[in-house]
């Protein structure tokens, strides 16, 4: 029953850079994948970045080299630092459990953060 609260999005001009946080409402330290997603209008909501309690990170093919997420337990938080932003990269984002989306399929999400990147 974890809640997470996105924040840090933004309008951005092609090539910027945006931070979002993750905030917890609770620890995050037995969670063992915490990811960021995203969903575009019209589009289906995907994975974009993956961090374990181990500090393993996985990324979508799009994003890759370009994002980068960490996470700091002490703070109940994870982060999803983005450099060279695209106009593709446009989206609400949102941060879950990994474990919990793909086990259960009516999973809450949070409101997200509007993620806008246009000239």
């Known amino acids: 029953q974890v809640q997470f609260v996105e924040s840090g999005g933004g309008l951005v001009q092609p090539g910027g850079s945006l931070r979002l946080s993750c905030a917890a409402s609770?620890?995050?330290?037995?969670?063992?994948?915490m990811g960021w997603y995203r969903q575009a209008p019209g589009k289906q909501r995907e994975l974009v970045a993956a961090?374990?309690?181990?500090?393993?990170?996985n990324y979508a093919d799009s994003v890759r080299g370009r994002f980068t997420i960490s996470r700091d337990t002490a703070k109940n938080t994870v982060y999803l630092q983005m450099n060279s932003l695209k106009p593709e990269d446009t989206a609400v984002y949102y941060c879950?459990?990994?474990?919990?989306?793909?086990?259960?399929?009516?999973?809450?999400w949070g409101q997200g953060t509007q993620v806008t990147v246009s000239s």
């Open positions: 609770g620890s995050i330290f037995s969670i063992y994948a």
């Open positions: 879950n459990d990994i474990m919990v989306v793909t086990t259960t399929p009516d999973t809450s």
């Open positions: 961090i374990t309690s181990d500090g393993i990170t």
